[in-house]
């Protein structure tokens, strides 16, 4: 491998990138439509001829706080496709919220664009400018075909993203997302089997991307007979190896004989075409939008199928994120009892399913609007920016403070004497901090905040 060319490139696209946060140039050539669509919020058709930026971000529910979800980056064969990709996501990112009690809306967003070919500084940047016009109505994180690497560059032109791969950030979500799918697969062995024990079960995996990779470690070490497939032959053979799995070709994963299934790669891959062929008790997996339709969760039930809802079985990587908003700061500890608690949420579900004689799917929507018409796990209280560890701050004296001129603040806490004023001069400190931490962008908290007061919460 030529490495100089690849350290040309890299100094090259970094200086283009610094030229253009200099110049702010692609938060004047964006262009945003709003598209009405019924049922959602808004949908925004964003373009910039400049960066040749062609996306949509969608924001469906924002009642239980800020509309949060990932930018997804494909070469989407038409508009349309984009457009019902994006409105799928972004309802199962509100769902998803809802039943995490996470106080996150529901929103996403898709850039049309071969993330091979076409992802350029340029265009995420871009993509980053629109973000901030919107003013924290939407956060955006990684997503398929968008890295960590990425949301770092989408940071220079926006406040609003998480999932950074840097301190007091909570990084990639994979392998929180992948615990969490552990746990909904132990959750369906229990359903079926009595027992969330996976010792002996025979376990498919389809897709070994950021997810599946994490995934079959966990199932490995519990013992489970792993089958696998990926499109990526090398990447399949490696991990085959590491793990002494079985291998099958794309075409043939979803038709193979095991105990439980799991889908870690796109979506819609139960349909019409492919419901026939399962030959599995139980499809638990990370994908999102597995269903092509609602309807296919029933068809699911009627073949004996036990169904873990995507958007519940996958919510670990935004549990993740949303602990970034913790008053003390994020910590990878605070999310893990959450999403260790997946395990409870779907058993829940499979027993109100069970009850109503409905599909898993249909227990876990009607769960997500009965916590949603009442508000339950609502973001009311104001958060802390929280990227640094420290006493929190009182909202009302905060928002005096942020009126008053920051040398002043700092000239009063200079002439406040100890000992009774220690208490206060930590508390005036604690100001001062964040409102340095809010003036030097460090993350999009306070503007969160703000966004939170504005609109009433
Ligand atoms: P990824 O892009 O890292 O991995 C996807 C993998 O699937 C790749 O290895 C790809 O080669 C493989 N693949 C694609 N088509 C395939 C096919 N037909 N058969 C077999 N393999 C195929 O994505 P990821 O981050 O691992 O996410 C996987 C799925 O989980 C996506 O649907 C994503 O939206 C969803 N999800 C991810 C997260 C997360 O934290 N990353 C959270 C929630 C949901």
Request: charged share 20%; glycine share 8%; hydrophobic share 40%.
């Amino acid at each position: 491998m030529n490495t100089g060319i690849l350290d040309q490139q890299t100094q090259d696209s970094k200086k283009r990138l610094a030229s253009l946060v200099q110049e702010g140039r692609a938060a004047s050539t964006v262009q945003l439509e709003k598209i009405p669509v019924k049922g959602y919020e808004q949908v925004i058709k964003v373009t910039d001829n400049q960066s040749q930026l062609t996306a949509i971000i969608a924001i469906h529910d924002t009642s239980m706080g800020p509309a949060l979800g990932g930018i997804r980056i494909q070469p989407y064969a038409s508009w349309d496709a984009a457009l019902e990709d994006v409105l799928r996501l972004s309802k199962g990112m509100t769902y998803k919220s809802a039943v995490a009690e996470v106080g996150f809306g529901g929103g996403k967003s898709v850039i049309i664009a071969d993330p091979k070919t076409q992802k350029t500084p340029e265009l995420l940047f871009a993509m980053g400018s629109a973000i901030e016009k919107l003013g924290g109505q939407y956060i955006c994180a990684e997503d398929v075909g968008c890295t960590t690497e990425d949301c770092k560059i989408i940071r220079r032109a926006t406040k609003y993203v998480v999932g950074l791969a840097q301190a007091k950030s909570s990084g990639d979500p994979g392998p929180f997302t992948a615990w969490g799918v552990f746990r909904g697969v132990q959750s369906a062995a229990k359903k079926l089997f009595g027992s969330e024990w996976l010792e002996g079960r025979t376990i498919a995996v389809q897709g070994l991307g950021n997810v599946g990779s994490h995934l079959i470690n966990y199932l490995f070490w519990a013992g489970a007979k792993l089958i696998l497939s990926d499109i990526d032959p090398v990447k399949l053979q490696r991990l085959a190896a590491k793990y002494g799995a079985k291998t099958v070709s794309p075409d043939q994963i979803l038709s193979v004989e095991c105990d439980i299934l799991c889908p870690c790669a796109l979506g819609g891959c139960i349909n019409d075409q492919t419901i026939p062929q399962f030959r599995c008790k139980a499809i638990a997996g990370a994908a999102n939008n597995q269903l092509l339709k609602g309807s296919h969760a029933l068809d699911l039930r009627e073949r004996g199928i036990l169904y873990a809802p995507d958007f519940v079985i996958n919510a670990g990587g935004l549990l993740n994120v949303a602990a970034e908003l913790e008053e003390e700061g994020y910590h990878p500890s605070f999310p893990r009892s959450k999403i260790h608690r997946i395990y409870d949420c779907l058993l829940a579900i499979y027993d109100i399913a069970e009850k109503n004689k409905d599909s898993t799917h249909a227990a876990a929507i009607a769960l997500a609007d009965y916590r949603i018409k009442y508000g339950l796990g609502k973001r009311i209280t104001i958060s802390f920016c929280g990227h640094y560890r420290g006493p929190s701050v009182n909202d009302r004296s905060s928002e005096i403070l942020e009126n008053i001129p920051l040398v002043a603040i700092v000239h009063i806490c200079a002439s406040l004497k100890p000992p009774n004023a220690t208490l206060i001069c930590l508390r005036r400190l604690n100001l001062v901090l964040d409102i340095f931490y809010s003036l030097f962008n460090t993350n999009g908290f306070y503007q969160v905040r703000r966004w939170k007061r504005s609109n009433a919460f």
